[in-house]
C-alpha cells in the first residue's frame, strides 16, 4: 500500500471535523503553493527570523523532543 493510500486510509477513521478541516488547510496550502509564490506578512516574516535566530543560538528541539510537546499540547487542548 502506498503513501496516499495509507493517508486515505487513516483519515476515513478520523471523526473529529476539526482535525479534518486542518487537515484539509493543509492540503490547500501546499496546493496554493504549487501555484504561486507564497507572500509573507512583516510579522510572519519576523516569526521566521525569530525561528532563525534560535536555530543560530541552539535553541532548538530534537524531533523526538517536538513530538513530546506536540502530544502534550494535544492532550491539553
Known sequence: MGTKEKI???LNQIKDETVLADFLSVIDLELSMCEEPVVLTSAQKD????????FHKGNIHSDEEAKKVVEQWLKEK
Open 47 to 54: 516569526f521566521l527570523d525569530e525561528g532563525l535566530d534560535d
Open 8 to 10: 486515505i486510509e487513516k
